[in-house]
């Protein structure tokens, strides 16, 4: 079976994003069109990266905590995190191979 993103939710947000790996966190909502052409590249990446990263999703109206604390304005937004601090930003929906740099960027350093 295919490894999937994380749901990430406002109780373990801070667990998940300490970790000492890379973390993707993709914003979304359920009603957001380019959220939906996001999420098959989150959950390809979540494959690609076992092991390297942790890819999670955040569903930012059961989340609202979470979204505010980054000041989540447009979705999606995905935030790469490291040692729990943002390190990189992509808003909007972009090609796998963006999202795919901005983590091995992170992976390697």
Partial sequence: MAHK???ITDAN???IINS??????DFWAEWCGPCRMVGPVVEELAGEYEGKAII?????DANPQT???FGIRSIPTLLVFKN???VDKQVGAVPKHV????LDAQVTA
């Fill in 5 to 7: 993103a994380i749901e």
């Fill in 99 to 102: 999202l795919a740099q901005k």
């Fill in 13 to 15: 947000f801070d667990e």
């Fill in 84 to 86: 729990g601090e943002v």
């Fill in 67 to 69: 979204s505010a604390k």
């Fill in 20 to 25: 000492d790996k890379p973390v993707l966190v």
């Fill in 56 to 60: 999670g999703k955040v569903d930012v």
